[in-house]
């Protein structure tokens, strides 16, 4: 691999096709058609209502004229236990039969739902929800003051754009102890407790806006990893408004113990993705704009952007040694940028990699050899070799490869086998390429790719099962499709996502489709574990919960001033502690509510009709809550969760006395 | 049937039966174990770690021992195209093939999560949510202006808890227009536009606590009427809180068109779930507490409770004359108590007929003969003959039949070819059973009984395909079961419900459980239609949009006052009208988005960092927000949907100068 830059084709071409593309959109605003997708070149992609014209069987020639590789769509659906297909062939079985488990846990980022979503594998079926950075009832996420409490922390935002969930890892490997998860829309992380399946603390990041890339680094998590991509006056209070110039972007190492964060860097251009290598030293984040614009022209006008390779002890010891810059907001802030001093010497901070204008993810491989960084704007994926990150002289020299991928290349994962897999958004397929071969081939060679799979529609990321591991599964992966046009019943103007699950094999062409599925705006990514490594409880140790522990006989009102009163409830099957209890019009109600029930899956609710109240207590767990009571009258609390053929009678009875 | 109510088992048996249960399960609540779970019988049901048990082949004789009779469970998957099991015999397909669609839609309520979901029959896969009491970022529900008025409206709370959705029907079948379902926390009704699949009305009904009970008219959908399930102080505002006498439950018709609540009748005891008749004469509702207590015991102490049969044209024509009671809040309230003077002639506007105590369901048959009474505390179903209600000087008299279904009989469905489905909560079975086999019967006997199935477990709701409409499809019921215990993959604490999908044949023995499906709390009800019913529109219609539609030239800020600005803003892939925008500290913004594009599946979402708002913009669709800026700095609005390879950069810049 000797070639530069300069061999790979030019990403303008790829910009000048978006331009054409959204001005013959812009002629379709004018008349809109209820058949306005069939025959428009979007931006987008290939978008000749791909569905009906699959099914002329014309379509490999017709999409290959149109610059794409097509690979085979099976049109099968999985069955139980394998079934035989059209052409004899085997299609593999993805059902689970009931009463039977899933294989792997499937953690899906939510996007701007703010919440993260369990997904059994290879079912697919969403087992669960985790209320994150949104505030959500069924679970009473939000209505707690537990949960309040870890909301508040945060900076008390209703809402979240969550997108990349990084589970915590002991020696390489998930440990099941906690999923972290960012938040573009407001600069924050979280972390969630995979013994509860509960967020238990959100971290705002200070002095970034926008934390987007996130990672864990391996392989004891030491640190969390995130990339403030939008860059902003620093400290963002009014000062440098008009001057983008001193606008900057910071990368953030955060201690996900206390969830506080350690230091920052401050580099040039917008910070993207991130990935951690797989022996601590190395955080590599891809970056665009290093035109440092504010216009999408200004942003896309330069040829080249540039990977960053943090560091990380090197920067932890400047730290230390309180060589840093300044601190803003109590957070050590290092300068990364190019020609600061920490960057000059010998021994950079911060290594800048070239690459073709505006790539999006970087992804560390199984192996820890080599980062994937995809093209985006370049239909090329640049490969790093991470040994050579701290021995050459000109970052350059640690590119590894660059193979032709196809257009769109957003995000890479693994099989485990030395096959790589890259998304491609505007080509809408998969490429499966080989890793090895691409570092022998030339930049832009072809050579390295094996078979290339439609997909349906536009992919961002895809994930191989326990690909960020050291020790891929190899059997599915999963394609998140950001579009879904009518691949599934129209359900209005907002469409599902559609992740596709792929199965893989181990030879030349053996990716199939199996299913799709609809996903609810947005995910943007997703970590499987199997399920060997997760290990839930089923019930609240008493030990975890930081509320009083409610018996039957503890129940009762405890006036504890003018204007405030202390409600202590139990709850079992099918009772409350107290049928009825008195209150007074004006009072703030502290209300405490314990399921005494040691058995699982027996939950309890608590529903106070009119006070906009609704608690979720799982056994042996205590929630609370704060309400004032202004309108005097009767109001029935009842139990949310369907406990028992008596659920319907569960309630009690609160009296609101009126004032005089 | 000339048996009377003193034929059929002691329901008191029943309720004894809960409270050892209740003691039992106190006894573990002293030491939570791990396997807490796998010896107790739970008053939940049969809970001797049934998965497991089955698969040692000793479950059905074990299980016939304490009470319930067991159906075959059939351990397969669903394949595509349907696959052989292990006896040979043809396990339904459920899967849908990559790229294909379902034939049916299911909508379900959410309960206290207070969405509907949206879910494709067979697959069970969730097409979409609709928001509709809670607030939801995804979809900006209760962030823009739209939705925050439409939310205002029903009384402005942030959750509800919905259980029963009703399509709108024309002619008696479903016309595609209107999804409604109610809201049992605060008493509410809401409207879901389906060409739009968005919640467009909320109506607080007045007068009553909790509307559980809810259904539309057959067969024109001129009213919806809704059960409010508690009895409180009339109106509740302070008075009459220790008088329980005096408390009310009101059965409430709601025009559809415009959401208010025409008129309202005051009945004994609580009303309970209600279906209409076929001809738009009957409202027919369960009810419990005939003894007005306010505690369980009470409310179980006699044996005797009172479907309430509401003759709506005779209500309406009182109404009409102004022949009712009072007004209260503006609503007409007829009294429709046992004693009144409406109901003491020989054409009483409410029919008292006698059910075994505390009854739960009522359901009225595809070709609209019969009302069906579930017995919940009672192993009957009650059936109920319409056509003579309006007839029998002894309402008794209107029972045609009550066989003997099994523990804990809670909702019927039906195949449309002369069966009906029950599910058994506490057995955690559906008995299916010959309805007029049941009419030939006498009053307990079990012989009408075809099959039983067992379920995991303890169902709730069922329902068959298009069972609510005269012409069911007859293949497909879901089994929406409270408790999944081990199920799927543990997910700690709050395990998902079960939604099980069973294939129904049309003969004697042939309910097949094809599969599990994980349902995120808590679904109450569901309802299905054919797919060629419901026609939604992929982009937005200019007349249907209540707010101005900005180009990209109209794109700019005005101010509109010194402390207050608008910024119009366009959308389109991958700009935003303005790349840059100015304000001053402490404006109110208020912003109007257009997406101007005319492709369908092309949503551009707008995040505002550290403002707490959140925009979902489908084609041609323009939505607003308002909002105050408080700090001086830089926000980068960014577009949280996925629409192009340059999604990323799509952002504008929010400056806030600073106010002096």
Redesign the interface.
């Known amino acids: 691999m000797t070639q530069d830059l300069d061999d790979v084709p030019d990403p303008n071409e790829?910009v000048k096709r978006?331009e054409r593309e959204?001005e013959s959109?812009?002629a379709?605003?004018?008349?809109?058609?209820?058949d306005?997708?069939s025959l428009?070149l979007?931006?987008?992609g290939l978008e000749l209502d791909r569905?009906d014209f699959?099914k002329t069987g014309a379509a490999a020639g017709a999409m290959s004229a149109l610059g794409g590789c097509v690979g085979g769509?099976t049109?099968?659906?999985?069955?139980?236990?394998g079934?035989e297909n059209g052409g004899g062939a085997k299609?593999p079985?993805h059902?689970?039969?009931?009463?039977?488990?899933?294989e792997y846990?499937g953690f899906w980022s939510?996007?701007?739902?703010?919440e993260i979503r369990?997904i059994?594998l290879p079912s697919m079926?969403?087992?669960?929800?985790i209320p994150v950075f949104?505030?959500?009832?069924?679970?009473g996420y939000g209505?707690d003051e537990k949960s309040k409490e870890v909301l508040e922390d945060g900076?008390d935002?209703?809402?979240?754009?969550n997108h990349h969930p990084a589970l915590s890892e002991t020696g390489g490997d998930y440990d099941g102890e906690y999923l972290y998860v960012n938040d573009?829309?407001?600069?924050r992380i979280a972390r969630i407790d995979?013994?509860?399946?509960?967020t238990d603390a959100i971290l705002d990041v200070p002095n970034v806006?926008?934390v987007h890339g996130f990672t864990v680094q391996s392989p004891d998590t030491e640190y969390l990893f995130g990339n403030g991509e939008?860059r902003?006056?620093l400290p963002?209070?009014?000062r440098d408004?008009?001057s983008p110039e001193s606008?900057a972007s910071l990368f953030s190492a955060i201690d996900p113990e206390t969830m506080t964060t350690e230091f920052q860097v401050r580099v040039d251009g917008n910070l993207?993705i991130i990935d951690s290598d797989k022996d601590g030293r190395w955080a590599i984040a891809s970056a665009?704009?290093s035109e440092e614009s504010?216009?999408?022209s200004g942003?896309?006008r330069d040829d080249r952007d540039y990977v960053k390779a943090f560091d990380v002890p090197a920067i932890e010891k400047l730290v230390e040694q309180g060589k840093y810059e300044e601190k803003i907001n109590g957070v050590p802030i290092v300068d990364g940028t190019k020609g600061s001093k920490h960057n000059s010497g010998s021994d950079p901070i911060v290594r800048y990699i070239p690459t073709p204008k505006?790539p999006?993810c970087v992804e560390v491989g199984p192996n820890g050899d080599y980062a994937f960084v995809a093209g985006?704007?370049s239909p090329t994926v640049t490969m790093l070799d991470i040994d050579k990150l701290g021995e050459v002289d000109d970052p350059a020299d640690a590119v590894a490869g660059r193979p032709k991928v196809g257009l769109?290349p957003l995000h890479t994962t693994f099989d485990g086998n030395g096959h790589a897999y890259t998304s491609l958004?505007?080509d809408s397929q998969v490429a499966k390429w080989d890793i090895e071969k691409a570092v022998e081939a030339d930049a832009g060679s072809t050579e390295p790719i094996l078979e290339k799979q439609d997909v349906?529609y536009?992919p961002?990321h895809i994930q191989a099962i326990e690909a960020m591991t050291t020790d891929p599964d190899g059997e599915w992966l999963v394609s998140l499709n950001?579009?879904?046009?009518d691949?599934?019943?129209?359900?209005?103007?907002?469409?599902?996502d559609n992740d596709?699950l792929i199965h893989i094999g181990q030879g030349e062409k053996e990716m199939e489709?199996?299913?799709?599925?609809?996903a609810?705006?947005?995910p943007?990514d997703c970590i499987f574990a199997h399920?060997d490594k997760?290990?839930?409880?089923?019930?609240?140790d008493k030990a975890d919960v930081d509320a009083p522990f409610v018996t039957e006989s503890d129940s009762g009102v405890e006036r504890t001033g003018e204007e405030s009163v202390h409600v202590k409830l139990s709850a079992?099957?099918?009772?409350f502690g107290m049928?009825?209890f008195a209150v007074q019009?004006g009072d703030e109600v502290r209300m405490t509510v314990t399921n005494?029930?040691?058995?699982?899956?027996?939950?309890h609710?608590v529903?106070i009709?009119?006070h906009?109240i609704?608690l979720?207590v799982?056994?042996?767990?205590t929630r609370e809550a704060t309400f004032t009571v202004d309108?005097?009258?009767?109001?029935?609390l009842?139990c949310?969760?369907?406990?028992?053929?008596?659920h319907?009678?569960?309630?009690s009875?609160m009296?609101?006395?009126?004032a005089d």
Not at 95 to 102: C, L, N, S
Not at 482 to 485: I, V, W
Not at 596 to 603: F, H, N, P, R, T
Not at 631 to 636: F, L, M, R, S
Request: aromatic share 10%; net charge negative; with cysteine.
């Open positions: 790829v978006h959204l959109v812009l379709d605003v004018e008349e809109p058609a209820n306005d997708d428009t979007e931006l987008a569905r699959m769509l049109d099968v659906g999985g069955g139980g236990a079934t299609t079985a059902t689970v039969a009931p009463g039977e488990h899933d846990y939510g996007g701007h739902s703010g369990v059994g079926r969403v087992l669960t929800r949104n505030t959500e009832c069924a679970k209505y900076g935002y209703t809402w979240g754009d573009k829309a407001n600069g995979l013994k509860y399946f509960e806006q926008a939008f902003t006056p963002n209070d009014g408004l008009r606008y993207d665009y704009n504010t216009t999408i942003m896309t505006s999006h985006k704007l769109g958004f505007i349906h536009n961002g950001k579009l879904s046009k691949r599934f019943l129209p359900v209005g103007p907002i469409h599902p596709q489709i199996v299913a799709d599925h609809p609810y705006p947005e943007h399920k997760i290990n839930p409880s089923k019930t609240y079992k099957r099918s009772e049928s009825e019009e005494v029930e040691g058995v699982a899956d027996i939950v609710g529903a009709p009119e906009d609704q979720a799982a056994p042996q767990d309108e005097p009258g009767v109001y029935w009842y949310t969760y369907f406990c028992s053929a008596l319907l009678e569960m309630r009875r009296i609101v006395e009126p």
